[in-house]
């Protein structure tokens, strides 16, 4: 009898651990050998999004702005911000086609409903099926993330000014890192809730 027990336990924690192997490797993301990501699995996924890795995004995108993941926003939402670059949030940022393809090609291929991480399917399912948002501060899970912070940290810190400028308080977004734990507010510090 206490055989039986024994290998039934031992079933059971063999299957648990299967089970957890299977995930986290299903929830891992492709990369190429250039890519600079380090690790893999669910445990990392759930705290970031694939960082950018195109030269011409990051370098045309991130002369005005932080270049945001692709994970952020829907395809959809994508190919509608390249599509109307001529008023980009009221200034012409209109490219060459070549650029403009690759861009959206890119864009498109790593959007948030195209990624297999669960930060980028909580975006996902935030959204509503037609909405088609311009503006990753307008998601509702953008909006739930960041609700317990007061405004007066961010609009009404200089050093921030709005809840678009990732940059200022997360410090590894360049690397696709949103986790709360590597918050850090210009002024305030460490952001715990």
């Known amino acids: 009898m206490k055989q039986k027990r024994l290998w039934g336990t031992v079933l059971l924690f063999g299957c648990i651990t299967l089970s957890m192997a299977t995930l986290a490797w299903s929830d ?10 380090e690790g ?13 890795i195109n030269k011409a995004y990051k370098n045309e995108c991130s002369a005005c702005h932080f270049a945001y993941p692709a994970g952020f926003l829907p395809k959809r939402s994508w190919i509608k911000m390249m599509a109307t670059l001529d008023d980009h949030f009221g200034e012409n940022a209109e490219l060459d086609d070549e650029t403009m393809h690759e861009i959206t ?16 399917r909580s975006i996902t399912r935030s959204i509503a099926d037609k909405a088609v948002p311009l503006r990753i501060t307008e998601t509702n899970y953008f ?10 940290m961010v609009q009404g810190n200089i050093k921030v000014r709005s809840f678009s400028n990732c940059l200022s308080c997360h410090t590894g977004a360049e690397r696709g890192s949103f986790d709360e734990d590597s918050v850090s507010i210009p002024g305030y510090g460490r952001w715990e809730d």
């Open 28 to 37: 891992g993301w492709e990369w190429g050998e250039n890519d600079e990501h």
């Open 105 to 120: 090609t890119y864009l498109s291929s790593y959007a948030a409903d195209q990624a297999p991480n669960r930060f980028s």
């Open 143 to 152: 909006l739930r993330e960041h609700r317990e912070i007061p405004k007066r």
């Open 40 to 52: 893999r699995g669910f445990m990392q996924q759930t705290a970031g999004v694939p960082p950018v």
